[in-house]
């Protein structure tokens, strides 16, 4: 799908389709360090489970999905599954603003490898989620056993104690 139309499609989801508690989509990387979804979505006031799947990732930052997820105040259960197709490391700086999620409890974060786009993501979750209870990661399966050590070195100490970890 090119990028205008993934907003298209999004603007037909948030104009129709408020009233959706669980939500999936799957598309392909395609430069989200641009933000491509950042203009002003209407709030999915009812949507509690949101599944994003990008294949074909590169290791740029993930942060332009956070529109998405900052348009659902009431989400529970946020799944982020990557598949990966390169994974040279992107020295890009992307900031995005504070944006509290009361409500996010569960997190789960497939395909981590432990490189530049997760450690952006899973701050941003980190410190936006007030209400996390517990986090997931699953790392990417070629490079299990590296994915899982760079996980517990770069999240413990940056989740809150209350919060579960959980790295398979």
Known sequence: ????????LVHTFTTYFTLLTTLSLEFGHMG???CFLDHSL???????????????????????????IEASPYLQK???ELEWCETTIFKNRI??????????????????????????LT????????????FIIVPLEYDAQEARGRARRQLQGKILKRVKLVIF
Not at 44 to 59: A, W
């Open 42 to 68: 209407p709030k999915f006031n009812n949507l509690k489970v949101l599944v994003l799947k990008v294949v074909g990732m590169t290791d740029e930052s993930q942060l332009g999905i956070t529109p998405l």
């Open 1 to 8: 799908m090119s990028r205008a139309l993934i907003c298209e």
């Open 95 to 120: 900031i995005r603003k504070k944006c509290p999620h009361q409500h996010l409890k569960e997190v789960k974060y497939s395909g981590y490898l432990g490189g530049f786009a997760d450690r952006i």
């Open 78 to 80: 946020l799944h982020i």
């Open 123 to 134: 701050t941003y979750l980190t410190k936006n989620s007030v209400a996390l209870e517990t």
């Open 32 to 34: 989200m360090n641009h």
